[in-house]
C-alpha cells in the first residue's frame, strides 16, 4: 500500500498504523488501557500546559519523518514544537517530544519491537513504555547510539520522569483515586 493510499482510508474504526508500505491493524484497547490512558493523559495535560510548555494529547495519528504513521497512545509536543500540530485534522507531522505506549500482553511485541524501532529510526526524544497489567513504567531518552533507559518505577513507586523536573506519577493511586493525582 502507498502512503497515499493509506492516508485516504477512512478514519476508524478499525484503526491503522502505516509502518513500511503495510497498513496494521490495532487491537481494541481494554477498559483499563483506556482508563491508564484516560488518567495519564490528563495529568501529563494539565501539568504541561499549566506551565507553559506544550501539550500531551491522547490518541492522535502522527506522520513520522521517516513517512511512516503511528498512533501512540499518548504524545507530548513542547511549546516550541507546536507548528508540527495540525489542529484542523487533528494529526501530528513530525516526532512528538514523548511517545508513550500502554502495553498489554497482545501488543508488548509490537509496541517494544516495531514501534520502538519506528521512534529510534524518527529520532523522537523521549518514550515512556508502560505496562497495564504491573503499572510499571520504563523512560527511555534517545542518544544517536540508541534509547538510553534512565528511569522508571514499578508500579507500587512514584514515577519521577527525567524529562519534566518536579513532575511525580503514581499510577497504582491514580488508577483508584476520582481523578489525577500529581505533586507539582
Do not use: C
Request: charged share 25%; proline share 8%.
Amino acid at each position: 500500500m502507498s502512503p497515499e493510499e493509506f492516508e485516504r482510508l477512512p478514519e476508524g474504526p478499525p484503526y491503522y498504523d502505516y509502518i513500511d508500505g503495510e497498513a496494521i491493524r490495532l487491537n481494541k484497547p481494554t477498559g483499563r488501557h483506556q482508563r491508564i490512558e484516560m488518567r495519564l493523559g490528563n495529568v501529563l495535560y494539565e501539568f504541561t500546559s499549566a506551565r507553559g510548555l506544550g501539550e500531551a494529547f491522547n490518541e492522535i495519528d502522527v506522520k513520522l519523518p521517516v513517512g511512516n504513521w503511528v498512533g501512540p497512545d499518548i504524545v507530548y509536543i513542547a511549546a516550541e514544537h507546536m507548528d508540527r500540530y495540525d489542529q484542523r485534522k487533528g494529526d501530528l507531522y513530525g516526532a512528538p517530544d514523548l511517545a508513550v505506549e500502554i502495553s498489554s500482553p497482545s501488543t508488548a511485541a509490537y509496541d517494544r519491537i516495531e514501534k520502538f524501532e519506528q521512534y529510534r529510526a524518527a529520532e523522537i526524544p523521549w518514550l515512556w513504555i508502560v505496562d497495564q497489567d504491573s503499572l510499571a513504567i520504563e523512560e527511555y531518552q534517545w542518544t544517536p547510539a540508541g534509547y538510553l533507559r534512565v528511569g522508571g518505577a514499578l508500579g507500587d513507586a512514584p514515577f519521577r520522569p527525567k524529562l519534566f523536573d518536579g513532575l511525580q506519577i503514581d499510577l497504582a493511586k491514580l488508577l483508584t483515586t476520582e481523578g489525577p493525582n500529581q505533586n507539582p
